[in-house]
Structures are given as C-alpha cells and as structure tokens.
C-alpha cells in the first residue's frame, strides 16, 4: 500500500508564495493520477487540482485556475502544489491522493494525513 507524506505548509501573509510536496513510498507512483485536495473547518473537502500520470494533463478548480500549478516528478516520486498570490481563504488542512485523473475524492483510492496551511489576514 503507498504512504503518502505532504510536506511545506505553515503560516504564512497574504501575498505569498508556498510550495507543498508529497512523498510517496511503498506503492507505484508512476501510472497513477495524483491530486490535492484542501478542507477547511466546518467545510467538505474540495478539489484543488489534479495530474495525469505522465504529467501531461492536469485539472484545477476554476477558483485556483492560474495561481495554482501542480506538477510532479517521477523519479523522486513526488508531486507539487504551487501556491501563489496566498490569501486568507485558501487556509485549510491540504491533502495529497493517488487514484484516477478526476476531481472527486471518490476517484481517488489513496491519501495522506494532510498538511496545514494557514494564511494570516
């Protein structure tokens, strides 16, 4: 079964930038469609973005579309969630997940523990 760490969030201003990682272990990482995923509290969990295995195609939630950018490397088995422009609201808890390329969490069989972001107003 694939372990799945997220790594990179913290407290940060608005205005800038953060980099999220995700480590995978234990499983297959190539051929498999990775997302992120964020929940604030009190609110369901939501889609952020998505990439394709071979990184060729990817999804964002049409709030995100621009500032956000997913990307991932193969070799390292990691994948990243750029996160420009910060604003309060994008606080919340950030998961990672393996699964098929879509944007519900039921597409997505595999998860990380999450890793907080929490941008100051």
């Known amino acids: 079964q694939v372990q799945l760490v997220e790594s990179g969030g913290g407290l940060v201003q608005t205005g800038v930038s953060l980099r999220l990682s995700c480590a995978a272990s234990?499983?297959?990482?190539?051929?498999?469609?990775m997302g992120w995923f964020r929940q604030a509290p009190g609110k369901e969990r939501e889609f952020v973005a998505a990439i394709s295995w071979t990184g060729h195609n990817t999804a964002y939630a049409d709030s995100l579309k621009g500032r956000f950018t997913i990307s991932r490397d193969n070799a390292k088995n990691t994948v990243y969630l750029q996160m420009n422009s910060l604003k309060p609201e994008d606080t919340a808890v950030y998961y990672c997940a393996q699964g098929g390329f879509g944007t519900q969490v039921t597409d997505f069989g595999s998860w990380g523990q999450g890793t907080q972001v929490t941008v100051s107003s």
């Open positions: 234990g499983g297959t990482f190539s051929r498999y469609a």
